[in-house]
C-alpha cells in the first residue's frame, strides 16, 4: 500500500479553488477543507456552496514527494495565507482512507423509528424504518438540526397511504423516508440539480424510485398533499408562502424548517393568515414550524 503524509496549511481566502487544483496535481490522494476559526456554516440554500471566511487545507500527499519543493510551488502560486512557514506536514499510518472516512458516520435516530443508516453498517433487524444513506455532495443526512427537526416532525404522522410534498429535497433525505414509511407518491422539489440526482439516487438505492418524482420547481405538477415539508430558508418561505401553503390539502398538515429562531415569527406571521399553527420545535439555533389546513367541510 502507498504511504502517505498529511500536507495541512491555512489558505488564502480567494485561492481555494487554486489551491485545491493545485493538490490535485501535485499527486494528492485526498483534499479536505476545514474551519481555520469557530464559524458556523448554516444549511445551504438552493445551489449554494458556503465556505469559512478562513479555512485551512488537509492535503494526502505521496510520502515520496520533496516537502521543499511542494513548499516552494504552492508559495510560488500565492495560495498559502500566512507563507510557507504555517505549512506542515504529519506523517500518516498505512489505512484504508475510504473505509476510515466512512466510519465517521454512524447510524442516527429520529423519533421513535426512523433511523438514517450509512452503507457500510448492517442495520439492526429491530429498526421501524431505515433510510439507507452515505454522505455525499448534496446537504442533507440528518445530522443538520433543520434536517433532523423534519424526521422528528414526519416520525410524528401518519404517512401510511398519503401524498407527500418536499419543498428542497436536497439529498431526497426525507422524501425517501416518507416512501419507506408508507407514502402513496412523493413529490421532491429542488433549484440544485445536483440535489434531484442525489434524491433519484437514494430512491433507488432504498429501493422507493417508483414512488419518488423529483423535479425543478418550474416542472412541479399541480396537486396537493396530505403532508408537506418545507426545508429551505426563511426568505423563501415567506417569498412563496402562497405556492407552499396551497399545496396543503384540506385536513393536511405543514412543517417549516431552515429557520433561524429570530426568524420564527416573521415566517409564523406569513403562514397563520393561510393556515392554523399548531406547533413548532427548536434544536440549536433553529426552528420549525408546524400548521394544519382546515377541513374541507363539504366532505
Known amino acids: 500500500m502507498d504511504a502517505y503524509r498529511t500536507l495541512r496549511f491555512r489558505a488564502a481566502p480567494d485561492r481555494l479553488e487554486e489551491a485545491e487544483d493545485l493538490l490535485w496535481s501535485l499527486g494528492a490522494a485526498a483534499v479536505t477543507l476545514t474551519d ?94 431505515v433510510v439507507r444513506l452515505d454522505p455525499g455532495l448534496a446537504f442533507g443526512t440528518g445530522t443538520h438540526p433543520t434536517t433532523a427537526l423534519c424526521l422528528e416532525w414526519l416520525d410524528d404522522q401518519a404517512v401510511e397511504g398519503v401524498d407527500v410534498i418536499d419543498y428542497g429535497c436536497g439529498s431526497g433525505i426525507l422524501a425517501v423516508a416518507a416512501a419507506l414509511m408508507g407514502a402513496r407518491r412523493v413529490l421532491a422539489i429542488d433549484h440544485d440539480p445536483q440535489a434531484l440526482d442525489a434524491t433519484v439516487d437514494n430512491a433507488e438505492r432504498n ?10 420547481p418550474e416542472q412541479a405538477p399541480a396537486g396537493s398533499a396530505g403532508l408537506v415539508l418545507a426545508n429551505i430558508l426563511a426568505g423563501p418561505l415567506v417569498e412563496l408562502v402562497d405556492h407552499i401553503a396551497g399545496r396543503v390539502a384540506p385536513g393536511g398538515r405543514l412543517a417549516l424548517s431552515g429557520i433561524l429562531a429570530e426568524q420564527a415569527d416573521g415566517v409564523l406571521d406569513a403562514y397563520r393568515e393561510r393556515l392554523l399553527p399548531v406547533g413548532e420545535a427548536a434544536r440549536e439555533d433553529w426552528v420549525r414550524l408546524d400548521f394544519a389546513a382546515a377541513a374541507d367541510e363539504s366532505t
Open 36 to 129: 481555520a476559526g469557530d464559524q458556523p456554516l448554516h444549511e445551504p440554500g438552493p445551489g449554494e456552496t458556503p465556505l469559512w471566511d478562513h479555512s485551512v487545507i488537509e492535503a494526502l500527499l505521496p510520502e515520496g514527494l520533496d516537502s521543499d519543493q511542494v513548499l516552494l510551488t504552492l508559495a510560488g502560486s500565492g495560495v498559502l495565507d500566512g507563507g510557507s512557514q504555517s505549512a506542515s506536514f504529519e506523517p500518516v499510518v498505512d489505512r484504508d482512507w475510504v473505509r476510515a472516512w466512512m466510519d465517521r458516520y454512524e447510524p442516527m435516530r429520529f423519533g421513535d423509528s426512523i433511523w438514517v443508516c450509512p452503507s457500510h453498517i448492517e442495520p439492526d433487524p429491530a429498526w421501524p424504518v
Open 207 to 216: 429501493g422507493v424510485a417508483d414512488r419518488i418524482e423529483a423535479v425543478l
